[in-house]
């Protein structure tokens, strides 16, 4: 009778040694591949990481101050000030700035492969049938369970850390993009196009522009998540505020976890408000409507 | 007087079919051969027919109003003269020219310089400003950018907006966006006009003031119009003749007067039934054979009621209608009594 009423003592599915050998053989046969998707991820992380690393403090505080002012107003410009000069003062100026690095890198090349695929899914109800269900499950992965296919197929450090952001990272922007172009009101769309606009010209004139609010609701959400990622990342080596924290942990470091901790807070902070601003300000505002 | 020459129509539409839906072909037969009407399309193949067998024509200058309630595809049949639709089956042609022969190149030239297109919620872009909304036509046909801005501001003069170029369209009022719209529309002066409804969403009085714009500005620019409406009142006004459209069918085409005094199917008379015919009934329908006293006032055969109705309160007793010369008939005040009380029986 036990067999049957515990039959998992007597019969299991090795499943952990399928995935093992499945995924042995996908990195076997693509890693080529792979390594050399890398290279332009490396290539353009290594140049935002040694941008910002050049960068003397007080010229990145005043770039940001400036820049503040510009989209915003004297308030934007205060925050960035205050929370960068926190950060500096407590000694977390490099690591943020490696943090930092690795957002922008993952959240440009979220960009760069997220709205393309979220206008193709607005025009095609086909595409997004299948896009849908990948998009979901991506997002319904917690976020370190990422960490293990990654550093299969890429290995270790900030390169692979970029590239995990970005899986983790794209989705609010594919969602989100999508969701404002089939917002726009059909009969601007159908105006343009009876006009003898292209639909190229439909697309950049008219859909995205009016879907701009939505789209870049959805950046804010990837660069957020973005942020949190890096953190996450630092578990396969990647450098920066997340270390920090994941150093003082292991150490039982409580001053630099704290440092570490404050400093993504602050960071944080200060990406929001900035993609935020970006958001609100259009040019008529701008031109002071 | 000179002989017109037979001219081309600006806009010929033949036996034009547009089936909704993935069995569009099969249901495509079944309905020509009379088959399945629009429920039985619905049920067997799932298909919506949206035009059926609809063919008009509208000469150079012309307005014809195309007049229907919801869902008679009246919105659906203007949306194939400028191929925003493509039609299931039948032709569509511009003075003379297959629009369903032109590659996408010609098809958006013809859209951008010959055909304009009003729609019932305005469709401004509410990103641009005022005059590039007006210019967009000539925009994307990519008219050198002071050419775009004087056209755009004297289309903008003409429809009373002079100056206000650059704001956007959130500050302006439903009839002033509309009257954007219209600029919009004739800023890159085509040939045709298409109104996809475009005074049904204004105030009446605005509503009002904007038609006698239009008739007045057409009767300056002389336009081929196509005008949607689901008002029966506003397609008397402004067609020269009206198509009445049921179930994607067009069910009758002519002349307000001839809708309002000889509709061809019970649906028109039900439709014209609330429109009293007294403006468009001619002297020589109510006359009467015979003489009339010498003395009496003359007038033609085509002289509208109202016109004899006005000689009577102004003394006559008797009215002779002659072609100049002729004697025709004569019209006494219970001719026009009857007349009345027949069209006040029929509302």
């Given at each position: 009778?036990?067999?049957?009423?515990?039959?998992?003592?007597?019969?299991?599915?090795?499943?952990?040694?399928?995935?093992?050998?499945?995924?042995?053989?996908?990195?076997?046969?693509?890693?080529?591949?792979?390594?050399?998707?890398?290279?332009?991820?490396?290539?353009?992380?290594?140049?935002?990481?040694?941008?910002?690393?050049?960068?003397?403090?007080?010229?990145?505080?005043?770039?940001?101050?400036?820049?503040g002012?510009?989209?915003?107003?004297?308030?934007?410009?205060?925050?960035?000030?205050?929370?960068l000069?926190?950060?500096?003062?407590?000694?977390?100026?490099?690591?943020?700035?490696?943090?930092?690095?690795?957002?922008?890198?993952?959240?440009?090349?979220?960009?760069v492969?997220?709205?393309?695929?979220?206008?193709?899914?607005?025009?095609?109800?086909?595409?997004?049938?299948?896009?849908r269900?990948?998009?979901?499950?991506?997002?319904?992965?917690?976020?370190?369970?990422?960490?293990?296919?990654v550093?299969?197929?890429?290995?270790?450090?900030?390169?692979?850390?970029?590239?995990?952001?970005?899986?983790?990272?794209?989705?609010?922007?594919?969602?989100?993009t999508?969701l404002?172009?089939?917002?726009?009101?059909?009969?601007?769309?159908?105006?343009?196009?009876?006009?003898?606009?292209?639909?190229?010209?439909?697309?950049?004139?008219?859909?995205?522009?009016?879907?701009?609010?939505?789209?870049?609701?959805?950046?804010?959400?990837?660069?957020?998540?973005?942020?949190?990622?890096?953190?996450?990342?630092?578990?396969?080596?990647?450098?920066?505020?997340?270390?920090?924290?994941l150093?003082?942990?292991?150490?039982?470091?409580?001053?630099?976890?704290?440092?570490?901790?404050?400093?993504?807070?602050?960071?944080?902070?200060?990406?929001?408000?900035?993609?935020?601003?970006?958001?609100?300000?259009?040019?008529?505002?701008?031109?002071?409507g | 007087?000179?002989?017109?020459?037979?001219?081309?129509?600006?806009?010929?539409?033949?036996?034009?079919?547009?089936?909704?839906?993935?069995?569009a072909d099969?249901?495509?037969?079944?309905?020509?051969?009379?088959?399945?009407?629009?429920?039985?399309?619905l049920?067997?193949?799932?298909?919506?027919?949206?035009?059926?067998d609809?063919?008009?024509?509208?000469?150079?200058?012309?307005?014809?109003?195309?007049?229907?309630?919801?869902?008679?595809?009246k919105?659906?049949?203007?949306?194939?003269?400028n191929?925003?639709?493509?039609?299931?089956?039948?032709?569509?042609?511009?003075?003379g020219?297959?629009?369903?022969?032109?590659?996408?190149?010609?098809?958006?030239?013809?859209?951008a310089?010959?055909?304009?297109?009003?729609?019932?919620?305005?469709?401004?872009?509410?990103?641009?400003?005022?005059?590039?909304?007006?210019?967009?036509?000539?925009?994307?046909?990519?008219?050198?950018?002071?050419?775009?801005?004087?056209?755009?501001?004297?289309?903008?003069?003409?429809?009373?907006?002079?100056?206000?170029?650059?704001?956007y369209?959130?500050?302006?009022?439903?009839?002033?966006?509309?009257?954007?719209?219209?600029?919009?529309?004739?800023?890159?002066?085509?040939?045709?006009?298409?109104?996809?409804?475009?005074?049904?969403?204004?105030?009446?009085?605005?509503?009002?003031?904007?038609?006698?714009?239009?008739?007045?500005?057409?009767?300056?620019?002389?336009?081929?119009?196509?005008?949607?409406?689901h008002?029966?009142?506003?397609?008397?006004?402004?067609?020269?003749?009206?198509?009445?459209?049921?179930?994607?069918?067009?069910?009758q085409?002519?002349?307000?007067?001839?809708?309002?005094?000889?509709?061809?199917?019970?649906?028109?008379?039900r439709?014209?039934?609330?429109?009293?015919?007294?403006?468009?009934?001619?002297?020589s329908?109510?006359?009467?054979?015979?003489?009339?006293?010498?003395?009496?006032?003359?007038?033609?055969?085509?002289?509208?009621?109202?016109?004899?109705?006005?000689?009577?309160?102004?003394?006559?007793?008797?009215?002779?209608?002659?072609?100049g010369?002729?004697?025709?008939?004569?019209?006494?005040?219970?001719?026009?009594?009857q007349?009345?009380?027949?069209?006040?029986?029929?509302?």
């Amino acid at each position: 009778m036990d067999p049957l009423l515990n039959p998992f003592d007597y019969f299991t599915v090795p499943f952990g040694a399928w995935a093992e050998a499945g995924l042995d053989y996908v990195v076997s046969v693509s890693r080529p591949t792979l390594l050399a998707a890398k290279v332009p991820v490396q290539a353009f992380l290594e140049f935002v990481q040694d941008a910002l690393r050049a960068t003397p403090p007080t010229i990145g505080i005043a770039v940001i101050v400036v820049l503040g002012y510009l989209l915003s107003g004297w308030r934007l410009a205060l925050t960035g000030l205050v929370c960068l000069t926190l950060i500096g003062l407590m000694g977390a100026w490099q690591a943020a700035m490696t943090t930092l690095s690795i957002v922008i890198a993952a959240v440009v090349i979220c960009v760069v492969i997220g709205l393309p695929l979220g206008v193709l899914a607005a025009r095609s109800d086909r595409f997004f049938k299948y896009l849908r269900p990948l998009l979901d499950l991506m997002q319904t992965i917690p976020s370190f369970v990422y960490l293990v296919p990654v550093v299969m197929l890429f290995g270790i450090g900030d390169t692979p850390g970029v590239i995990v952001t970005c899986f983790f990272a794209v989705t609010p922007l594919i969602r989100l993009t999508n969701l404002g172009i089939r917002g726009v009101r059909e009969d601007l769309v159908e105006a343009a196009r009876a006009f003898g606009a292209s639909e190229t010209r439909i697309l950049i004139g008219t859909q995205l522009p009016l879907a701009r609010a939505t789209i870049l609701a959805g950046l804010n959400q990837t660069v957020l998540l973005s942020l949190s990622m890096a953190v996450v990342a630092s578990m396969i080596s990647v450098a920066g505020l997340g270390r920090m924290v994941l150093e003082g942990i292991g150490r039982l470091d409580f001053g630099s976890a704290t440092v570490g901790g404050i400093g993504i807070v602050l960071t944080a902070i200060v990406v929001d408000r900035y993609v935020q601003a970006l958001g609100a300000a259009t040019p008529r505002d701008r031109a002071g409507g | 007087m000179t002989e017109i020459m037979p001219h081309q129509n600006a806009i010929d539409c033949q036996n034009l079919w547009k089936i909704f839906g993935a069995r569009a072909d099969e249901a495509l037969v079944a309905a020509k051969n009379g088959e399945v009407d629009k429920d039985e399309a619905l049920k067997r193949f799932s298909c919506v027919i949206g035009v059926a067998d609809a063919s008009f024509s509208v000469a150079e200058g012309e307005i014809l109003c195309i007049m229907g309630l919801s869902g008679s595809g009246k919105s659906t049949i203007i949306r194939h003269v400028n191929r925003l639709i493509e039609p299931t089956d039948g032709q569509i042609l511009i003075e003379g020219r297959d629009v369903m022969g032109l590659n996408p190149k010609e098809l958006r030239q013809l859209r951008a310089r010959k055909i304009g297109m009003v729609f019932q919620h305005m469709a401004l872009w509410p990103h641009k400003s005022i005059a590039d909304n007006v210019a967009f036509g000539l925009e994307v046909q990519k008219t050198p950018k002071g050419q775009q801005r004087a056209a755009a501001e004297s289309a903008l003069e003409k429809v009373g907006l002079g100056g206000w170029s650059d704001r956007y369209p959130d500050q302006l009022s439903g009839g002033m966006q509309q009257r954007v719209g219209l600029a919009r529309a004739m800023a890159a002066d085509p040939d045709i006009l298409l109104m996809d409804e475009p005074f049904s969403a204004l105030d009446p009085l605005i509503r009002k003031d904007l038609q006698d714009e239009f008739l007045k500005l057409s009767r300056e620019v002389k336009k081929t119009t196509l005008f949607i409406t689901h008002d029966l009142d506003e397609a008397m006004k402004m067609g020269d003749r009206i198509a009445i459209m049921k179930d994607g069918r067009i069910d009758q085409t002519g002349t307000p007067e001839s809708i309002v005094l000889r509709p061809e199917t019970d649906y028109v008379s039900r439709f014209v039934s609330s429109i009293s015919t007294l403006k468009y009934i001619s002297a020589s329908e109510i006359m009467t054979p015979g003489k009339a006293k010498s003395g009496a006032p003359e007038f033609g055969a085509s002289t509208p009621l109202p016109v004899l109705l006005a000689a009577f309160t102004e003394g006559a007793e008797e009215l002779a209608i002659t072609d100049g010369e002729t004697h025709l008939g004569r019209i006494s005040s219970t001719d026009i009594l009857q007349a009345v009380q027949t069209d006040l029986k029929r509302v």
